[in-house]
């Protein structure tokens, strides 16, 4: 699929971009070159082909889901002007 000059000047208007007609030709080159890669990649037939999240087939390692840190909830707690159950109370902000 190539694009036309006039293409490139629309769709560098509508994202208010200001381009010389020199730029349109070099970007009408690019964008079309890329939409023709697109297309090209669109063509190939991927049917029972299965998504890979990663092209290595690596897993990742994952270390154990164990606690490391001593519970400090009461000492943090004090440290604010108002609590309640547990909460830290602050101004309301929203009428």
């Keep these: 699929m190539s694009l036309e000059k006039q293409d ?3 769709i560098a208007h509508l994202a208010r971009l200001s381009l010389s007609d020199q ?3 070099e ?3 690019s964008l079309s070159s890329v939409l023709d ?3 090209q990649m669109q ?3 991927t ?3 299965e998504p ?3 092209p290595l087939e690596a897993t990742q390692r994952l270390r154990e889901d164990v606690v490391t840190e001593q519970d400090r909830r009461e000492a943090f707690l004090s440290n604010a002007p108002q ?3 547990g909460l830290f109370l602050v101004p309301q902000v929203i009428d």
Aim: net charge negative; aromatic share 4%; proline share 0%.
């Design 8 to 10: 490139v000047q629309k």
């Design 23 to 25: 730029d349109a030709e």
């Design 27 to 29: 970007y009408q080159h």
């Design 37 to 39: 890669l697109v297309e």
């Design 43 to 45: 063509s190939v037939d």
């Design 47 to 49: 049917d029972g082909v």
């Design 52 to 54: 890979l999240s990663n």
């Design 83 to 85: 609590t309640e159950s």
